[in-house]
């Protein structure tokens, strides 16, 4: 409502002696002037600029006479002030100004500025007038005054003898005698005797008192703690006087009447504020609500604020200021909500964390529209130091200037049916950039919103991210040109899509465009100085459409203008009106104008095209007087019209009429009355005629709907899933908090029941003020004070008392809050589940829904559960079952037990079900993530045997659908159990283990990415390192550190359980990545295994089966395959490039240009293709080959990429990225005939995805380490290539094989070749290529008598150390260099890094765009 901003600023003022402090500040009524009173001197200032423009100084002999003065009062009309002294005397001063055209201050402008001096009234606006004060008469009450007030055309005083007088203010009494107190009589109300009981007492006088205009009578507070309210008996104050006053307050202080909401504050000298109303009906005093400090908000302060000593309402009604003896301020709206106080916080404390003195203030006074609060500080506890410290001049009291920032409802408004939040300052508007296109679509999804064109700061609304995601403002600087004469600024508007803004000043208006960021000022300066806006203006979609009062006729008028066209009255439509206009509202295409005569007149507005200018026309369709209901046009605060009705769209008899204007909303003083359309009558349903000319209904009597309101919003949108929150009205409370005046519909479209009420009222607290209403959203969008100290830049000694120092930095900030959960918890507390239910699956679809759920259950669980006294319908229950009407029941309940204390779980799962329960459903869920964080209660709740089952549950689900971080956590988690650390739930993972966000850093760049298999369900990542050596990382710790722990010897059986049917399943691409992403020792595993799980029972099912999981095409016969041109042995090595396509089939129908014109030019994959015998042996005759490959990487488009990072490949693309190139000091002398091309993409075609052939590689040497050879058979065939095979028959030879294993490969290759005769004849060229090696098998199968169990060749102690060393330099030296290269460069294994075996656990990474990602 209204924000503090910046700095106070601190005004000059005269220094002089200590009794010329000020102690008291007036404003005039138009808050133009302000009277400032030392003890002997009056002094008025001008608001703006803030400047003194005169003094009066008692002379020191008069002084003595009179006393010190102690009150100002202004005549109505601001050519007079009365000052009140201390011995009894009101003195008048006249206020005149200067002869001639004399200014005290002028603007000065540079030569051949715009500004044009001949303007009218352009020398009263920017000048300060030059003033003379002369004190034209005294009176002498004879008594110490100790009020005064000014009252129409007369002033009233109280004295301490107590008696009032009535003074005219030309110094006269008028003739008749002070009424005295003691003959006033008082009751509660105005209908018990007349008599009434009076004061009695001698010695009682008023203390302090405020006439009310609307109420006709005065506020007091007496000298004895008690409060009244005193009214004229007949309409004037001659008449006889009659009081009522409330029993219950004896301490009050002071007192403040807010004329718009017919409110009476009273100070207490218990530091509350209680404010009391009068009833209509009987003329009591009601208490309305109380302004105090919560002890739970400010424990150290709240009950030592000393008496309340100052209350001031704003100039516009809507906030309060209060202040206390002991110093400090706060700031209230209308009902009590806070908004601002000064006791606590940055305010109360500096950054060091000392605590200030509060701020004292003896006087204040609001500037022009509540931008500026005029403050005298009192010294207070300074006094001391003022003697000690002569120099220090700045402890004197002074004037404090406080600025505001207020919100645009409080003046006009017609601004709450919309969804931005609009802020006006004395200069600037800010509003909430993140609105500006949220209205462009009808918003069928509440989520999702176009972007708008507008693109203010980059702001784009993208939906609620960006809507709610910032905490900034977008801030409008009001043209200086308009301020200038118009400041200040009465009335801003903002249009439905938030991109244009229109302000009112004291004359004319002016608007901005947020698209090109320009303010649009009338052309001809006279018309702007001619009309003064009265009741608001509101936007119409392209239309401003505003009331005013033309000047020059002497009018009252409704005018539109277009906001495209020149600023001018020539393009404006003029309606002439009766009476003044207070209030104005637009309704779809109506707008409602709410006038002094207390009626209220409803027209229709429409577009009209006029040749080649545009306007809008409007016509009258109805009026209402309301003059029987409303005691004062000034009571009314907003009136608005709405399709809100007490029936439903439902039961209404027209369809359309949901959408009509179906009601009038007025807010009189708060209470919210509804006028609806009377449909008791005949409906006539007019097809034909237009409809502004159909006769509109008439009104039914008003009926109050709720009382303390202070803003009201309602939408005239539409949406059919979300009704309940777009056809509800939503109101404002003030410290009551929200109510929302919800429907109720049947469900299902059944008829309603006629006891039932069609629509509820459901009060709701919030912790923000409210400024806007997101229907859809089910969001409140509001502003908060914040405050920055910067105390710390001055040095204590001799900035002390800097205000930079004593007071924050205040800025504004945006904030929002969800009411969805309070809606949904009435509703089950009045036992309407199926409207919750309803309500609630309307907005599943929101982003924070969840959230939703679990404030509820959590809110409900801890009032519930902490209750002292037992709960006789407890609502915990009602809420569980309603939650589990949805999918996310499982989460948001063990979510709500996370954040809630471990003493409470009991209740809560006594409500929502057994925790074991639970587990097991999210199991059946395959929620894995929701069931390890029911494990974690578990473990708190249960033995430890009960979590060590549900954890060895979930564990093997984890594997069995390859979730490796929750397999890792669960590892840690077992461990934890065994060795008694359950104390410590295992909820993220230690330092020492990779997790999804960091993982290994050394050897970050040499990683090669291998894939998960496609039927895991998670995305997850995983990277195979090269490291120099065995696992000694954290892996090979974690596993050799405890093994003889019965818990790890638990978690290893479960780990080669698995293992084992992943073999059995020839699942070898999951058994991969289960023994990257765990650390699972592979090799060491695979030896113990190798006669048993590891053999390989059906090479034809397992061939199959790996063709399947690597995306591996089966081979085919090419045509040109009987005359190949590779037959010369001098091309090895030759591009191969493999081609984008989605599935291994579309390789083999691919023409040969077209295979080639999709070749990626950028990166190839170089290597041998498919050598015959023959060529290896005409290889090793050649010298220059003999030499080691080396591999360097291809730069990819300009990144840098390091050796052996391989792009985010996934299975159905095979497009290469990052490849490694053999270099061939021949390559470049290469030409291909058109034959060989053909046997290239051949070739190519029968290849599988290059990510497959990395992963086939990295199995290859793992099986070849492990030495379980008919794998490696199995995959060298899939491979096609014929030096694996070789290489394997190299170390058949060369060591002591197991003839059983030995037996097994050659009946294995027996089958495959039978089944490559019978079924794929494209292996059949590839199995005539390695038959020699065959018949050597065969050879070695006869010879061998003695099996023994295969023992590699080990250079560690550990068999995880195997090194293939020695097997392949024998390989290499037997057979040339070309197997070397062979598994060089296309195993993609170089010599140095083949000692290695690479059984790292493995971790994603990124590094570049070579992000190794699996799909």
């Known amino acids: 409502m209204y924000f503090l901003s910046g700095w106070p600023k601190r005004l000059l003022c005269p220094v002089g002696s200590p009794a010329e402090a000020p102690v008291h500040v007036q404003s005039d009524p138009q808050r133009t002037?302000?009277?400032?009173?030392?003890?002997?001197?009056?002094?008025?200032?001008?608001?703006?600029?803030?400047?003194?423009?005169?003094?009066?100084?008692?002379?020191?002999?008069?002084?003595?006479?009179?006393?010190?003065?102690?009150?100002?009062?202004?005549?109505?009309?601001s050519t007079m002030i009365a000052v009140s002294t201390a011995n009894g005397y009101i003195l008048f001063f006249h206020i005149t100004s200067t002869r001639g055209d004399k200014y005290l201050y002028e603007p000065v402008y540079p030569k051949g500025s715009p500004q044009m001096k001949g303007t009218p009234h352009f020398k009263e606006e920017q000048c300060a007038p030059a003033l003379t004060l002369e004190m034209r008469k005294v009176l002498d009450l004879q008594a110490p005054i100790t009020s005064l007030q000014s009252v129409l055309e007369d002033l009233l005083v109280a004295t301490s003898d107590g008696q009032l007088h009535l003074i005219h203010w030309e110094g006269m009494t008028n003739g008749k005698k002070a009424i005295n107190l003691s003959t006033v009589p008082f009751s509660l109300d105005l209908q018990s005797s007349r008599a009434g009981s009076f004061l009695g007492f001698a010695d009682v006088h008023i203390r302090d008192m405020e006439y009310c205009a609307t109420l006709d009578g005065f506020a007091v507070v007496f000298n004895d703690g008690k409060v009244g309210f005193i009214t004229p008996?007949?309409?004037?104050?001659?008449?006889?006087?009659?009081?009522?006053?409330?029993?219950?307050?004896?301490?009050?202080?002071?007192?403040?009447?807010?004329?718009?909401?017919?409110?009476?504050?009273?100070?207490?000298?218990?530091?509350?504020?209680?404010?009391?109303?009068?009833?209509?009906?009987?003329?009591?005093?009601?208490?309305?609500?109380?302004?105090?400090?919560?002890?739970?908000?400010?424990?150290?302060?709240?009950?030592?604020?000393?008496?309340?000593?100052?209350?001031?309402?704003?100039?516009?009604?809507?906030?309060?200021?209060?202040?206390?003896?002991?110093?400090?301020?706060?700031?209230?709206?209308?009902?009590?909500?806070?908004?601002?106080?000064?006791?606590?916080?940055?305010?109360a404390y500096r950054s060091d964390g000392t605590k200030k003195d509060p701020l004292k203030i003896n006087s204040m006074s609001w500037g022009a529209e509540g931008y500026h609060l005029w403050v005298i500080s009192g010294c207070g506890s300074q006094n001391t130091e003022i003697e000690s410290e002569p120099k220090s001049i700045v402890k004197q009291p002074g004037i404090l200037l406080f600025q505001f920032i207020k919100s645009a409802l409080t003046v006009n408004p017609c601004m709450?049916?919309?969804?931005?939040?609009?802020?006006?300052?004395?200069?600037?508007?800010?509003?909430?950039?993140?609105?500006?296109?949220?209205?462009q679509n009808p918003r069928s999804s509440s989520v999702h919103y176009k972007p708008s064109s507008l693109a203010e700061g980059g702001f784009e609304s993208q939906g609620l991210s960006t809507l709610l995601g910032h905490r900034h403002w977008h801030v409008v600087q009001i043209s200086s040109t308009y301020l200038e004469s118009n400041w200040p600024i009465r009335f801003s508007a903002i249009d439905k899509l938030g991109q244009n803004i229109a302000v009112v000043g004291k004359f004319g208006f002016a608007h901005y465009s947020l698209l090109t960021k320009k303010w649009k000022l009338f052309g001809n300066i006279t018309q702007e100085q001619n009309m003064i806006v009265t009741g608001g203006l509101a936007w119409w979609n392209d239309f401003i459409v505003l009331a005013c009062y033309n000047i020059s006729d002497r009018q009252e008028e409704l005018r539109v203008y277009l906001r495209t066209s020149n600023l001018d009255n020539a393009f404006a439509h003029v309606t002439k009106a009766q009476a003044e206009t207070l209030l104005l509202s637009v309704f779809r295409d109506m707008v409602v104008v709410f006038r002094a005569d207390c009626s209220i007149c409803l027209y229709s507005i429409e577009r009209k095209s006029e040749g080649p200018n545009t306007t809008a026309g409007i016509q009258v369709l109805q009026e209402v007087s309301m003059s029987r209901y409303i005691p004062h046009p000034f009571l009314v605060v907003s009136v608005t019209l709405t399709s809100v009705s007490t029936e439903n769209g439902i039961t209404l008899k027209m369809p359309q009429q949901a959408r009509d204007a179906e009601s009038i909303m007025l807010n009189l003083a708060g209470q919210l009355i509804m006028m609806q359309r009377d449909r008791s009558g005949p409906q006539i349903r007019e097809k034909d005629s237009n409809p502004n000319q159909r006769k509109l209904l008439p009104f039914c009597p008003p009926v109050v709907l709720a009382q303390s309101v202070e803003n009201v919003w309602t939408t005239c949108r539409a949406n059919k899933q979300k009704r309940h929150l777009l056809e509800a009205l939503w109101l404002s409370c003030g410290g009551a908090g929200m109510k929302v005046w919800l429907p109720l519909f049947p469900r299902d479209h059944r008829k309603p029941h006629s006891f039932l009420s069609q629509r509820i009222m459901l009060p709701f607290h919030i912790n923000?003020?409210?400024?806007?209403?997101?229907?859809?959203?089910?969001?409140?969008?509001?502003?908060?004070?914040?405050?920055?100290?910067?105390?710390?830049?001055?040095?204590?000694?001799?900035?002390?008392?800097q205000l930079e120092v004593l007071f924050p930095f205040c800025v504004v900030e945006r904030t929002s809050q969800i009411y969805l959960h309070h809606i949904l918890r009435q509703l089950l507390v009045r036992n309407l589940g199926e409207q919750a239910l309803l309500l609630a699956q309307s907005c599943s679809t929101l982003p924070y829904f969840p959230h939703v759920l679990e404030l509820m259950l959590h809110e409900v669980l801890e009032e519930e559960a902490t209750s002292r006294e037992p709960i006789p319908d407890p609502l915990l229950p009602t809420v569980a079952k309603f939650i589990t009407e949805f999918p996310l029941f499982l989460q948001t309940v063990v979510h709500c037990a996370r954040k809630t204390e471990y003493a409470l779980w009991n209740y809560l799962f006594a409500a929502?079900?057994?925790?074991?329960?639970?587990?097991?459903?999210?199991?059946?869920?395959?929620?894995?993530?929701?069931?390890?964080?029911?494990?974690?209660?578990?473990?708190?709740?249960?033995?430890?045997?009960?979590?060590?089952?549900?954890?060895?549950?979930?564990?093997?689900?984890?594997?069995?659908?390859?979730?490796?971080?929750?397999?890792?956590?669960?590892?840690?988690?077992?461990?934890?159990?065994?060795?008694?650390?359950s104390e410590t739930p295992p909820s993220t993972p230690t330092a020492q283990e990779p997790s999804s966000s960091g993982g290994f850093e050394f050897f970050r760049n040499r990683s090669i990415s291998l894939s998960q298999s496609a039927d895991n369900v998670p995305a997850s990542k995983f990277s195979l390192q090269k490291t120099l050596s065995m696992p000694s990382g954290p892996s090979g710790k974690r596993w050799s550190k405890d093994s003889d722990c019965a818990e790890n010897m638990y978690i290893d059986m479960m780990l080669w359980r698995h293992a084992r049917r992943l073999l059995e399943e020839v699942r070898l691409k999951d058994l991969g990545c289960f023994a990257a992403q765990l650390g699972f020792e592979l090799i060491s595993w695979l030896c113990k295994e190798r006669a048993r799980a590891a053999r390989v029972d059906n090479f034809v099912i397992a061939l199959k089966r790996l063709h399947k999981d690597f995306l591996w095409p089966l081979p085919i016969i090419p045509a040109s395959s009987l005359s190949s041109p590779f037959k010369n042995g001098k091309l090895r090595t030759v591009g191969e490039q493999l081609l984008k396509s989605q599935s291994a089939d579309r390789f083999l129908n691919l023409e040969i240009d077209a295979g080639l014109s999709n070749v990626q030019r950028s990166q190839s994959w170089l290597s041998n293709i498919g050598p015959t015998h023959?060529?290896?042996?005409?290889?090793?005759?050649?010298?220059p080959q003999m030499q080691e490959a080396f591999l360097s990487p291809l730069s990819n488009k300009g990144d840098e990429c390091s050796i052996g990072s391989a792009t985010d490949l996934t299975e159905s693309s095979s497009m290469v990225d990052g490849d490694w190139t053999v270099v061939d000091e021949n390559f470049s002398t290469l030409s291909l005939t058109q034959s060989e091309l053909e046997h290239i993409s051949m070739e190519l075609a029968s290849k599988g995805p290059h990510k497959s052939q990395v992963q086939l590689r990295y199995l290859l040497h793992i099986f070849m380490e492990a030495g379980c050879l008919d794998w490696c058979i199995v995959i060298g065939l899939i491979l096609r290539e014929s030096s694996i095979i070789n290489q394997i028959l190299v170390i058949m030879q060369t060591t002591e094989v197991d003839g059983e294993m030995l037996q097994n490969i050659q009946t294995g290759l027996h089958a495959v070749d039978r089944w490559a005769s019978a079924d794929c004849p494209g292996y059949k060229p590839f199995l005539n290529i390695i038959k020699p090696q065959l018949q050597k098998l065969s050879e070695i199968t006869e010879e061998q008598v003695h099996p023994e169990a295969f023992q590699p060749v080990t250079v560690g102690k550990t068999p995880e150390q195997t090194s293939p060393r020695a097997e392949e330099s024998r390989g290499s030296s037997g057979h040339g260099s070309i197997p070397q290269v062979e598994v060089g460069g296309s195993g993609m294994v170089s010599r140095k890094e083949e000692n290695t075996a690479r059984t790292e656990e493995e971790e994603t990474f990124q590094d570049g765009t070579y992000d190794c990602c699996v799909s």
Request: charged share 20%.
């Open 1174 to 1183: 023959h060529e290896i042996d005409t290889a090793s005759s050649q010298g």
């Open 33 to 77: 002037f302000l009277a400032v009173l030392a003890a002997a001197r009056l002094s008025i200032w001008y608001s703006r600029p803030s400047v003194l423009i005169v003094t009066y100084k008692e002379p020191a002999k008069s002084s003595s006479q009179f006393g010190s003065y102690k009150q100002a009062e202004w005549r109505p009309d």
């Open 233 to 347: 008996v007949s309409s004037r104050f001659t008449a006889e006087l009659h009081g009522v006053w409330p029993q219950d307050v004896v301490d009050g202080t002071c007192v403040a009447v807010n004329n718009k909401y017919r409110l009476m504050a009273f100070g207490c000298a218990s530091g509350s504020v209680q404010v009391y109303t009068i009833d209509n009906t009987t003329g009591a005093m009601l208490l309305s609500h109380k302004l105090e400090l919560t002890a739970k908000q400010y424990p150290d302060i709240w009950n030592k604020t000393g008496a309340v000593k100052l209350v001031r309402w704003s100039p516009d009604n809507s906030v309060v200021m209060v202040t206390w003896e002991c110093g400090g301020f706060s700031l209230w709206s209308v009902f009590g909500a806070q908004l601002i106080c000064t006791l606590g916080g940055d305010f």
């Open 912 to 981: 929502v079900g057994n925790p074991k329960d639970l587990f097991e459903e999210c199991l059946m869920a395959q929620d894995l993530d929701t069931a390890a964080s029911y494990l974690i209660i578990l473990q708190n709740m249960e033995v430890p045997a009960v979590s060590r089952q549900h954890a060895t549950l979930l564990f093997n689900t984890a594997l069995e659908q390859g979730k490796w971080d929750l397999c890792r956590h669960m590892i840690r988690f077992l461990k934890a159990i065994g060795s008694g650390e």
């Open 416 to 439: 709450s049916n919309q969804e931005q939040v609009l802020l006006q300052g004395e200069d600037r508007l800010y509003l909430n950039c993140g609105e500006a296109s949220q209205t």
């Open 768 to 801: 923000i003020y409210p400024l806007a209403v997101l229907f859809e959203d089910a969001l409140v969008l509001g502003a908060v004070n914040d405050t920055v100290l910067y105390d710390s830049l001055y040095t204590r000694s001799s900035a002390r008392e």
